[in-house]
């Protein structure tokens, strides 16, 4: 148990990378505060997750209530070319018929809601409606973070501090160590409807992927409960944003009017929400860890949501975390080498899924075209769609991509300088 002044781990931020890295921590009886700025549960976008949640959540405890939620099952994603031809479904149950090789579309604020309440129910102390807004050092080690609720201030010691705070990214902006990727700095516009087209079976829950008719642009296709289905447009910063209306609205129906494929699903559908924008920049962290503290999901860096990986690598980042950090606390060791242990495994993964990302930007690139020049990595492709990159070897896939992709070595720093 804690002292009245400290715990052995602090986590800001309750997203679904906070959430596990405090309960795993939890289990394996740490003494651990979880704090989470917003006092309600907020809508967010992310709704799809990728297969290879299945093991976190297990890990967990997560999936009898998962399996008991309306979150509707997904079991595919499918593709729609410029010129409206669709891709033949990727069934993640192809390559794997275990129960693993579906997953769930998720209201996030039910989600994320969920995953707190778990957390506390495993020994969490939650506390909604508090702030980070000090992380306190002892020369260059985290000892403590000072935390705000209510209008008044509080230090609180610790041994560990974890920054989960997503793309606010509390430590990596404070210390200089985030690098946006410049090839990838996107922008989408969302919404929900209802009544919209939905599959059936199998295909009901189905993540669905349309590019637009000029191939400047993609949607995304979500069925969520209750009829809903989130719908959102992204692409280039310098294409949705340069030189066209302010009007988050104008814009969506805009991209909207070149997706035929689109307009055909929301026939007679109604549109229940406000059109909104975010920013959708990669970036990462030039560092997982330091004496003292650790990033983990969005704290640590995102990539662009083509893939829906953002809960993925929010969770398994979470996951790798707190073993290194249970690792570190029981060895006595919080030294950046200790807590950093698990950083090579979490790159490799993120390395595996980032080289399919820049293939689908490429304007060469195309599903139908690659499978046929490499029909033998079909199964491997899935296996990366599905988030198997920390399960299954994906070699074969990625040096098939090589002709089309290239990882740029450098990238540039939030202030604009190459790094």
Same mark, same amino acid.
Not at 202 to 212: K, M, N, R, S, W
């Given at each position: 148990m804690s002292s009245p002044n400290g715990f052995d781990v602090i986590v800001a931020g309750g997203g679904p990378a906070g959430a596990t890295t405090a309960t795993l921590l939890a289990q394996r009886g740490h003494s651990v505060l979880l704090i989470e700025r917003s006092s309600e549960p907020q809508e967010k976008v992310g709704e799809s997750l990728m297969p290879a949640t299945y093991w976190t959540l297990e890990r967990l405890g997560m999936l009898d209530k998962m399996r008991a939620s309306a979150f509707p099952e997904k079991g595919s994603v499918q593709f729609y070319a410029p010129d409206g031809r669709s891709t033949t479904p990727f069934y993640f149950k192809e390559v794997d018929p275990h129960e693993s090789s579906h997953t769930w579309q998720v209201l996030r604020s039910?989600?994320?809601?969920? %995953? /707190? #309440?778990? &957390?506390?129910?495993?020994?969490?102390? $939650?506390?909604?409606?508090?702030? %980070?807004?000090? $992380?306190?050092?002892?020369? #260059?080690?985290?000892?403590?973070?000072? /935390?705000?609720?209510?209008?008044?201030?509080?230090?609180? @010691?610790?041994?560990?501090?974890?920054?989960?705070?997503?793309?606010?990214?509390?430590?990596?902006?404070?210390?200089?160590?985030?690098?946006?990727?410049?090839?990838?700095?996107?922008?989408?516009?969302?919404?929900?409807?209802?009544? &919209?087209?939905?599959? =059936?079976?199998?295909?009901?829950? @189905?993540?669905?992927?349309?590019?637009?008719?000029?191939?400047?642009?993609?949607?995304?296709?979500?069925?969520?409960?209750?009829?809903?289905?989130?719908? +959102?447009?992204?692409?280039?910063?310098?294409?949705?944003?340069? +030189?066209? &209306?302010?009007?988050?609205?104008?814009?969506?129906?805009? =991209?909207?009017?070149?997706?035929?494929? %689109?307009?055909?699903? /929301?026939?007679?559908?109604?549109?229940?929400?406000?059109?909104?924008?975010?920013?959708?920049?990669?970036?990462?962290?030039?560092?997982? &860890?330091?004496?003292?503290?650790? %990033?983990?999901g969005d704290a640590f860096g995102f990539i662009d949501p083509i893939y829906s990986s953002g809960v993925f690598l929010a969770l398994k980042s979470g996951e790798l975390a707190a073993d290194a950090i249970h690792e570190a606390l029981a060895a006595g060791d919080i030294s950046r080498v200790a807590l950093s242990s698990f950083e090579p495994e979490l790159r490799a993964g993120v390395k595996a899924l980032r080289k399919l990302v820049y293939a689908f930007y490429d304007p060469d690139f195309h599903f139908a075209k690659f499978l046929q020049q490499h029909p033998d990595c079909r199964g491997q492709l899935i296996d990366l769609l599905m988030g198997n990159v920390f399960r299954k070897p994906v070699d074969e896939l990625m040096a098939a991509l090589d002709q089309w992709v290239t990882l740029p070595e450098q990238t540039v720093e939030a202030g604009g300088r190459a790094g």
């Open positions: 039910e989600f994320d809601q969920m %995953l /707190l #309440d778990n &957390a506390a129910e495993q020994g969490v102390e $939650v506390r909604r409606g508090t702030s %980070l807004r000090e $992380v306190i050092f002892d020369a #260059d080690r985290a000892i403590g973070a000072r /935390l705000r609720s209510d209008g008044e201030e509080i230090d609180l @010691a610790c041994r560990v501090l974890v920054d989960a705070t997503g793309q606010s990214h509390f430590l990596s902006s404070k210390r200089g160590l985030r690098k946006i990727e410049t090839r990838l700095k996107h922008m989408s516009y969302f919404t929900r409807y209802r009544g &919209a087209e939905r599959g =059936e079976g199998i295909d009901e829950g @189905a993540t669905v992927i349309l590019h637009t008719e000029n191939g400047k642009s993609w949607f995304w296709y979500i069925p969520l409960p209750d009829d809903q289905v989130s719908v +959102g447009v992204v692409g280039p910063v310098d294409y949705l944003v340069k +030189g066209r &209306a302010s009007d988050p609205e104008q814009v969506f129906l805009e =991209e909207l009017e070149r997706c035929a494929a %689109l307009r055909k699903k /929301l026939i007679g559908a109604e549109r229940i929400k406000p059109i909104r924008a975010t920013r959708d920049f990669s970036y990462h962290s030039t560092q997982a &860890a330091g004496d003292g503290w650790v %990033l983990v």
